[in-house]
Nanobody, 118 residues
Framework: QVQLVESGGGLVQGGGSLRLSCVVSGRLFTINDMGWGRQAPGKLRELVAVIDSDGRTNYADSVKGRFTISRDNAKNTVYLQMNSLKPEDKGVYYC????????????WGQGTQVTVSS
């Protein structure tokens, strides 16, 4: 059993910042990629930021230059620092973890709501 617990969501004014955290616990194998997905109302979930086990990052064009993903391997935690937030950043943010053992595993958290007022 693997648990992903997100925190840090909330309501923020446009131009403001939030920092999301996700702690991964339970029966863990080798953690490869960690990331954050976002699902806006009426839209499909999209990955907005990914960090691999070597610390290399990749971002969706919509958040480049504003969001920063990081991880603490000792704490099995991934963070998403979100700056210069826009109303279109509103949505439910989900933590994502990819692990590997004898096969690949892909887990999502329950999500945390982010609302940006204009």
């Amino acid at each position: 059993q693997v648990q992903l617990v997100e925190s840090g969501g909330g309501l923020v004014q446009g131009g403001g910042s939030l920092r999301l955290s996700c702690v991964v616990s339970g029966r863990l194998f080798t953690i490869n990629d960690m990331g954050w997905g976002r699902q806006a109302p009426g839209k499909l979930r999209e990955l907005v930021a990914v960090i691999d086990s070597d610390g290399r990052t990749n971002y969706a064009d919509s958040v480049k230059g504003r969001f920063t993903i990081s991880r603490d391997n000792a704490k099995n935690t991934v963070y998403l620092q979100m700056n210069s937030l826009k109303p279109e950043d509103k949505g439910v943010y989900y933590c994502n973890v990819k692990m590997v053992s004898n096969r690949a595993y892909n887990y999502w958290g329950q999500g945390t709501q982010v609302t940006v007022s204009s």
